[in-house]
């Protein structure tokens, strides 16, 4: 029952940085959101982080030590991610975060914000972009590409560490069907993909903003 609440509370916690995100992208325009897309978001954020971890907790159950390998690799890769993009375009540092804040103090701030941003990643695609280049830190455009390059790295790893459980297996899952499991957690996660491009689609609000549709991206 708390396993439940709290994949409730944390699914509409990332529908509404969703719905957030999209007011922010879009400030100039007057946004109304559908049930539709409230439910796409809802099931699409279901599937996607409950597969999520419930392929680590599997696969950190049989594999303990690697499990930490795994989590700190996907950290620091989304971590430093912003910042590499940032030197890349060899833009200024970013000074008008507070003016009251130092140097020392606005690197802090960065930090902290590409930390929730790692932290966010790891296990669902967060909402909106960080982009320290841009003037509010979040980027405005719709990048189809990295959301592609995200879902497919995802996909493949949450099969090779699925793959690895079911090797490794201990007793305690033998009245487990573990191909059965296997199956539905993959078939999981390709659902919430599902309800992701339903909303970019068909659903999203600004959708007519879109330079491309998601279809004709892929």
Not at 6 to 28: E, H, M, P, T, W
Not at 144 to 173: K, S
Request: aromatic share 20%.
């Amino acid at each position: 029952i708390f396993m439940v609440l709290s994949l409730l509370s944390i699914v509409y916690g990332a529908l509404r940085c969703n719905i957030l995100a999209i007011k922010i992208k879009y400030d100039d325009y007057d946004i109304r959101v559908k049930p539709a897309a409230y439910l796409c978001i809802f099931m699409w954020r279901s599937f996607e982080i409950a597969t999520r971890v419930a392929v680590l907790v599997l696969f950190g159950s049989v594999v303990r030590i690697w499990v930490f390998l795994i989590v700190l690799l996907n950290f620091l890769g989304f971590f430093f991610y912003p910042w590499v993009l940032f030197w890349l375009s060899k833009s200024p540092f970013p000074e008008n975060i507070e003016k009251e804040l130092s140097r020392v103090g606005t690197t802090i701030v960065l930090c902290l914000l590409t930390f929730l941003y790692a932290g966010i990643n790891m296990f669902c695609w967060s909402a909106a972009q960080v982009e320290l280049s841009d003037p509010d830190l979040i980027s405005k455009s719709q990048n189809w590409y990295q959301m592609t390059v995200y879902y497919i790295v995802r996909l493949m790893e949450n099969a090779f560490l699925l793959l690895m459980w079911y090797i490794y297996r201990t007793d305690f899952y033998l009245y487990v069907c573990a191909p059965m499991l296997f199956l539905q957690l993959l078939i999981g996660y390709c659902m919430g993909i599902f309800f992701m491009l339903v909303f970019y689609q068909f659903c999203h609000p600004c959708k007519k903003l879109f330079s491309s549709s998601i279809t004709e991206a892929l």
